[in-house]
């Protein structure tokens, strides 16, 4: 709204009228309007990307399952005879394991293995084991071990 002033009395002039105009003012009412559109616009958005949506996959005859288990190779303490390893159950030799590991590799979400050796097997021999995993595309290999008793020193 327009500003009235009115000039001093004890001027001798005439009163007149000035008008002015404020443009400090904001105007509060297409602010609010855009934020309530918006505030819709996320409610409805919100719970779509919460569920995700639903996607009919196509079917294939020859498709295989993903491999989301763990890869365990196992160092028996025979390994010093015979020179084999054990991928899960069966029993592959040392010079077969890279190759082995690239199939193996070929299909896993993660490129790790987990190594398990003999207590009697010596730290060369599982060297040995190791290079060969990372050879065949192994990125990461975890050695396992079994907890034991506590000893204080």
Do not use: C, H, W
């Not at 009228?17 to 559109?37: F, H, K, Q, Y």
């Not at 009919?56 to 390994?79: E, F, G, H, M």
């Amino acid at each position: 709204m327009p500003k009235v002033m009115a000039q001093a009395a004890g001027s001798g002039r005439q009163r007149g009228r000035r008008v002015t105009t404020s443009l400090a003012e904001i105007n509060v009412i297409p602010l609010v309007d855009v934020m309530l559109v918006l505030l819709i616009v996320f409610m409805v958005a919100a719970p779509m990307l919460q569920k995700g949506v639903e996607v009919n996959l196509p079917v294939a005859q020859r498709s295989q399952k993903l491999n989301d288990q763990r890869i365990y190779v196992t160092v028996p303490l025979s390994y010093r005879k015979d020179q084999r390893v054990y991928l899960d159950d069966e029993g592959i030799p040392l010079t077969a394991l890279a190759e082995r590991m690239r199939q193996t590799m070929s299909t896993a979400t993660e490129r790790e293995v987990f190594l398990r050796g003999d207590g009697g097997v010596q730290l060369q021999e599982i060297t040995e084991v190791m290079d060969r995993l990372k050879a065949g595309g192994v990125e990461r290999v975890g050695i396992l071990t079994q907890p034991g008793t506590t000893r204080s020193r």
